[in-house]
């Protein structure tokens, strides 16, 4: 990306910021209650989401970025609604969403049925999520009947044929007739995609919606979600495992990255601030392992002390990090750090970024003494 792309992007991401959020999450929290295995008594507490605040905004992009089973995909279907919170608040347009479920709308407010229309998903693998009995046509005319019962079915058909087309699925007479089964995965999701956007949402989740593609299938697919962003209007909470599909999304979109951690977000900014100048170490441990976005040149060991990820039903006190992390000291584990602005729309959790924190202050920590609590967590 060029210096003058990269300004725009910059412009385009402090410009969505000074409008009101679409969707806001505040100290969000999902924890599960998960029976203990092998017949032992009592059940323990997962903490899949602790404490996370974060906005969406109009013809936006939030790629949520981390480990398996860092509560990412939680984290983003507690974005649209899907999965109710245990603690925090979701609005939509300022409206508290389970509120209104629970109690009904305010006056003059959106309904519950309006509000889930607004935001919708997009799983990983299209084939489970698209009815095996519907054709393509069939599929993609149900939002429209049901949201658009005033178009008639040549409207329909004109609509969908032409959608079809847009994303390179010709002839679309043939296409329309096609079951699931008769189409590529990536076929399969260009369908899905359609479908989420024929409900004309203001937000949609795509959790892995590419990984299971080749990679020039993966760019062509992620150039579609923004060329049909423009068409509709929409924004994306994109969930993936790769740090380099976070870094071309949102890249080209002006959006932003966030980096999760154990259930937290640890750091949180646009993609020239996390590629290029990366401030929670966690953060750096996902660019060494992403090859081709390494931002610092090459990097032959790994800037982390385990590679072991703490039990999230037991994650360590203080920073949640502090177990794997290099940097760490005595004052990592006492304490949380919490997601502070660096005045540039970077947040990090990190004691590092403060200079006047005690964290400068205490010992670092003893290789032994942390390789006696990582042997304490995988027992």
């Not at 409206?95 to 959106?110: F, L, N, R």
């Not at 699925?169 to 008769?182: C, K, V, W």
């Not at 750091?267 to 996390?274: C, D, L, M, N, V």
């Amino acid at each position: 990306m060029s210096e003058d792309d990269r300004a725009t992007a910059g412009d385009r991401a402090t410009a969505t910021e000074n409008r009101d959020p679409v969707v806001s999450l505040d100290d969000v929290e999902v924890h599960f209650t998960k029976e203990r295995l092998l017949g032992l008594a009592g059940s323990e507490t997962v903490r899949a989401v602790d404490s996370v605040s974060f906005d969406v905004y109009e013809n936006d992009v939030v790629a949520l970025v981390g480990e398996s089973g860092c509560g990412k995909t939680t984290l983003g279907k507690t974005a649209i609604g899907v999965q109710r919170p245990t603690g925090g608040t979701l609005r939509y347009r300022g409206q508290d969403v389970w509120a209104t479920k629970d109690d009904g709308p305010p006056e003059g407010g959106y309904t519950h049925d309006e509000i889930r229309r607004a935001l919708q998903i997009i799983h990983q693998d299209p084939g489970s999520s698209l009815n095996p009995n519907y054709t393509v046509r069939s599929a993609l005319a149900a939002p429209l009947k049901q949201w658009r019962s005033d178009m008639s079915e040549a409207d329909r058909q004109a609509r969908i044929y032409g959608l079809l087309e847009y994303v390179g699925m010709t002839p679309p007479s043939d296409y329309a007739e096609r079951y699931p089964h008769q189409l590529s995965g990536g076929e399969q999701q260009r369908v899905a995609l359609l479908r989420a956007l024929l409900m004309n949402p203001d937000v949609i989740l795509a959790d892995e919606a590419v990984s299971a593609l080749d990679v020039s299938l993966r760019v062509e697919m992620m150039d579609l979600f923004l060329e049909l962003q423009d068409e509709f209007d929409t924004s994306y909470v994109f969930i993936s495992h790769n740090l380099a599909n976070a870094k071309y999304l949102t890249q080209k979109a002006g959006g932003r990255i966030g980096i999760m951690y154990l259930g937290e977000l640890v750091e949180i900014g646009t993609p020239e601030q996390i590629i290029h100048n990366p401030q929670h170490p966690y953060t750096k441990v996902l660019l060494w392992a992403t090859a081709d976005v390494h931002s610092h040149g090459e990097v032959e060991e790994p800037p982390v002390r385990s590679l072991d990820i703490p039990d999230p039903a037991d994650p360590p006190s203080g920073c949640r990090f502090h177990t794997r992390c290099p940097e760490a000291r005595e004052a990592c584990k006492r304490t949380s750090p919490e997601l502070a602005d660096d005045g540039d729309g970077r947040r990090t959790a990190c004691f590092r970024t403060d200079e006047d924190h005690e964290y400068w202050d205490s010992d670092p920590l003893e290789d032994e003494e942390d390789d006696v609590q990582m042997n304490a967590l995988s027992d």
